[in-house]
């Protein structure tokens, strides 16, 4: 006797179906990955997989999405933790993604790679960055209304430079050698140093 595999609510699906999707895209590469190969990941169907997601597309900018949120949920909780050094704080939390092997700028790269191609992935990611830009400024200017950042630092302009940060980290990281964890540490401490003034 066949059991019937467990039908899961719609909601749990797509996001079990973004969890595996996230994993096939940090393995391989947007381009590289295939829908084949994700559904086998989320042990489903490929049907099942058009069934939630109409694209590949589709797929990888939930992923964003979902990377996003989980980052910001990180961020949030750091920043509660730690009110006095909001940055530093944020910063030690790509560690933590690190581990997971869930990397928000690893998405950003492959989406960027693509964007040229395709004006949906563009679209997308310009409007998630400002989103990602805009979370980051906010917690600069919270963080400067408590004095634990001098008011003359521009935060706008501070917050692009925290994202770029991100990119560098992933950058490197796919280079190799690039850049040792000593590096990035003393890069992440001078920027610490300019943006608290201490």
Do not use: N
Request: net charge negative; charged share 30%; proline share 4%.
């Amino acid at each position: 006797m066949t059991i019937a595999p467990t039908r899961l609510p719609a909601a749990e699906r797509r996001r079990a179906l973004v969890e595996a999707a996230l994993r096939v895209f940090i393995a391989r590469s947007y381009r590289g990955a295939t829908t084949a190969e994700i559904a086998r990941e989320a042990a489903v169907s490929e049907p099942i997989l058009y069934r939630h997601f109409p694209s590949k597309r589709e797929l990888y900018l939930a992923c964003v999405d979902h990377a996003w949120f989980g980052l910001r949920e990180l961020w949030e909780r750091a920043i509660e933790e730690h009110p006095d050094e909001p940055l530093a704080a944020m910063g030690r939390c790509y560690l933590d993604l690190k581990e997971r092997k869930i990397l928000l700028a690893e998405l950003w790269i492959q989406g960027v790679t693509e964007a040229s191609e395709d004006g949906g992935i563009e679209r997308h990611l310009r409007g998630h960055l400002h989103e990602v830009h805009g979370f980051v400024a906010e917690t600069i200017r919270a963080a400067q209304g408590r004095g634990a950042i001098p008011a003359e630092r521009d935060a706008e302009a501070e917050a692009w430079v925290f994202v770029a940060m991100g990119l560098l980290a992933t950058v490197g990281r796919r280079l190799g050698d690039l850049l040792s964890h000593d590096d990035f540490a003393r890069i992440r401490a001078a920027r610490l140093q300019w943006m608290t003034g201490q």
